[in-house]
């Protein structure tokens, strides 16, 4: 989204529509979902347990860690993935805010 795009929204907008765009696809949700169970992981690990190639894993890892919920420090030859709780913690609250708001005014639709 351009700049001239995003001035008219908040940073809680902005900084939701960068997160549910993070988790907008199911591989992306697995990769989450395996990071949990197993704490930390390599790629070729991530690549072991799913049903796409490393290139599209990587270009997944790529996605989640540019928003920050994902890390990856470098051991060796190859580099380990784990959440990063801080970033996770920000990203559930706001979530939650957009949640909480729209049970509260769902009795008022049309």
């Known amino acids: 989204m351009g700049i001239t795009k995003t001035i008219d929204y908040t940073k809680m907008e902005l900084d939701i529509a960068k997160y549910a765009k993070a988790l907008a696809h199911p591989a992306r949700?697995?990769?989450?979902?395996?990071?949990l169970?197993?704490?930390?992981?390599?790629c070729g690990d991530i690549v072991d347990e799913l049903p796409i190639s490393q290139s599209?894993?990587?270009?997944?890892?790529?996605?989640l860690k540019e928003v920050g919920l994902i890390k990856g420090e470098i051991e060796g030859t190859s580099v380990c993935y784990c959440?990063?709780?801080?970033?996770?913690?920000?990203?559930?609250?706001?979530?939650?805010?957009?949640?909480?708001?729209v049970a509260v005014n769902n009795s008022k639709c049309c």
Not at 29 to 35: F, V
Not at 56 to 63: A, F, G, I, R
């Open 56 to 63: 599209t894993v990587s270009q997944h890892l790529k996605e």
């Open 83 to 101: 959440l990063d709780e801080k970033e996770w913690a920000k990203a559930s609250s706001l979530i939650i805010k957009l949640f909480d708001k």
């Open 29 to 35: 949700i697995a990769i989450i979902q395996l990071l």
């Open 37 to 42: 169970k197993k704490q930390s992981c390599v």
